[in-house]
């Protein structure tokens, strides 16, 4: 079941309404559990084709019905107009080039996803409210968001999935960012990039591979790898569900695969929970 509810975000001074996703286990109603939160960025592109910038969306909807997978999505949609969606997403001020200047406001964005949405989503559904359960995942400069959250506010979440990250932008502002901020333990961050999106340069590879080092130096879990013939769209970053969703939920059942005992159970297997324990009473 997918809710859309139409909201705003008073802190960012774009303010327009913009939909938010929220995605709900086929057994939410009858389970009484309580569920892991993944949050996701350009929530427009998450589930449904009709609704994606491009007309293609990465199928989130279909992956996880067939994985049966014990989660709770939020998927929130950005402001596209204009600059707004890099300015939205992107930690801090850069300029492309002398014509265009984007004015940063990640931080804002962040803040109200922390400050405002998370308490809104864990007082509304049964939610694993802990870190260990709170994870956040985005593409291109979503992707940068993502490794930017993992690390600014790593006391809310434990982990991160950053598809194609547009880490060049702010190289020294990630690196020192990560130098100053130990990571707190379980953190896992997965990262890539598709070969054919950087017609085979290596120079974002060879940067995404330098902020794994870092991240893993500061203490996570990282994994960062290339994927061969990928470009950069919705349509290719559908195809490593998959991969980012076992990595950073080890173990669970992924399509085609028959659910083992607790697959869908409110929350990951006691023996596969690499992201913590949470009790489930309550709402």
């Not at 593409?139 to 790593?154: E, F, P, R």
């Not at 173990?251 to 929350?267: I, L, N, Y």
């Amino acid at each position: 079941m997918i809710l859309v509810k139409r909201i705003q975000i008073p802190s960012l001074p774009t303010v327009k309404d913009r939909r938010l996703y929220v995605y709900l286990p086929g057994d939410y109603e009858t389970s009484g559990q309580r569920y892991p939160v993944l949050y996701m960025f350009d929530g427009h592109n998450v589930f449904y084709d009709r609704h994606a910038t491009y007309g293609k969306s990465w199928g989130m909807r279909e992956y996880l019905q067939k994985s049966r997978l014990p989660l709770i999505l939020v998927a929130v949609e950005c402001n596209p107009e204009g600059e707004n969606r890099m300015c939205e997403y992107s930690p801090w001020d850069f300029s492309i080039g002398k014509k265009l200047f984007v004015e940063g406001r990640g931080q804002l964005t962040m803040d109200w996803i922390t400050g405002d949405l998370k308490p809104m989503i864990d007082a509304e559904y049964r939610t694993l409210q802990d870190r260990e359960h709170t994870l956040i995942a985005g593409s291109s400069m979503g992707g940068l968001m993502a490794v930017y959250a993992a690390v600014a506010y790593n006391d809310v979440f434990a982990g991160a999935a950053a598809l194609s990250p547009c880490l060049f932008f702010h190289p020294k502002r990630i690196a020192g960012l990560i130098k100053e901020r130990p990571l707190k333990n379980p953190t896992r961050i997965y990262m890539d990039y598709g070969s054919g999106e950087t017609e085979e340069k290596t120079e974002p590879w060879e940067l995404m591979f330098r902020t794994a080092a870092r991240l893993s130096k500061a203490g996570a879990h990282v994994a960062a790898r290339v994927v061969p013939g990928a470009l950069h769209s919705e349509a290719y970053w559908e195809q490593r569900i998959p991969v980012f969703m076992e990595y950073l939920y080890p173990g669970t059942e992924q399509p085609g695969e028959a659910p083992s005992d607790g697959a869908s159970s409110g929350r990951l297997p006691s023996d596969r929970a690499p992201l913590g324990e949470a009790p489930s009473d309550g709402k």
